[in-house]
């Protein structure tokens, strides 16, 4: 590429980052995606990444709590539940709580949170699943305590970007000395959709969560499956970072 091709790809790459930058998605817009089910993100056989790097995540600990930010109904909360971990998620739609719940055969209890208006706390019958419904930014309020793992996938890249730094300051806030916190997210022409899941640089990862972390970057894996050839992407790549406490 020439220098002036490549000053305009980056014009260009920069304009749509920009538009990425300015995109916000309501509480009302994902509810309304679980409720006509525009869920192509939930995994029913679970992250290939995951289930790879388990025992690097928990480091042979046992007993540990597992928080999965924006949990959706993902099925890797039963993987951790079933290892004797006991796991907290926050997710604002009932709807997929309660799908959850069910697929996994699981009977459960609901309760109003204290201080958080509309909000409710779903848990498993056996106790070590604990469901938060509720925005994301309001759950400092419900004092969940500290973590000493998080699986951050579909969470982070699905934040709106304006959001990002209250995002990573949140969940730094909420780690126990010693935490393993595994991220996912995803590479891709941002030309070609305006997210979610949205584009999360390198540089950008590093400046968000590397003050308390050391950030060790784990495997970049071909994702470009074909739901997303149809729609025009030629590369799609997944990233996992680990970080741990610096
Ligand atoms: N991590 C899950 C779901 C990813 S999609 C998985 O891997 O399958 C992102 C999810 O976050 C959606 O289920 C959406 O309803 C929920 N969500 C989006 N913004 C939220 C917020 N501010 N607070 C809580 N949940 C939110």
């Keep these: 590429m020439d220098n002036y091709s490549a000053a305009t790809a980056g014009a260009k ?14 509480l009302e ?8 089910h525009e869920i ?3 995994k029913e056989d679970g992250h290939k990444l995951l289930r790879k790097y388990m025992n690097t995540f928990l480091n042979g600990r046992n007993g540990l709590r597992v928080f999965f930010p924006l949990c959706g109904k993902a099925v890797e909360m039963k993987w951790f539940a079933d290892l004797g971990h006991s796991v907290v998620g926050v997710e604002i739609s009932e709807l997929a709580i309660r799908e959850f719940f ?13 201080g958080i208006s509309g909000g409710k706390v779903f848990k498993s019958s056996s106790g070590n699943i604990t469901l938060y419904c509720c925005n994301i930014f309001d759950l400092p309020r419900a004092h969940v305590g500290k973590f000493d793992r998080i699986w951050d996938r579909g969470s982070l890249v699905a934040i709106n970007p304006s959001d990002r730094e209250r995002y990573a300051k949140l969940m730094l806030s909420l780690l126990e000395k010693s935490f393993h916190y595994l991220l996912a997210i995803i590479s ?11 584009y999360v640089s390198d540089s950008e990862v590093k400046s968000l969560f590397g003050s308390r ?6 495997e970049k894996v071909d994702a470009l499956e074909e739901r997303f050839k149809e729609r025009g992407f030629e590369y799609f790549f997944e990233i ?3 970080f ?3």
């Design 29 to 36: 817009d994902w509810l309304q995606k679980w409720k006509v």
């Design 13 to 26: 790459e920069h304009s749509v980052l920009g538009e990425q930058k300015n995109r916000e998605l309501s």
């Design 244 to 246: 741990t406490e610096k």
């Design 240 to 242: 996992l970072y680990l």
């Design 188 to 198: 891709y022409d941002t030309t070609k959709h305006s997210g979610p899941p949205f």
């Design 40 to 42: 192509g993100f939930h």
């Design 213 to 218: 972390s050391n950030i060790q970057f784990l």
């Design 102 to 114: 069910t697929e996994q055969n699981l009977s459960y209890s609901e309760e109003p949170i204290a």
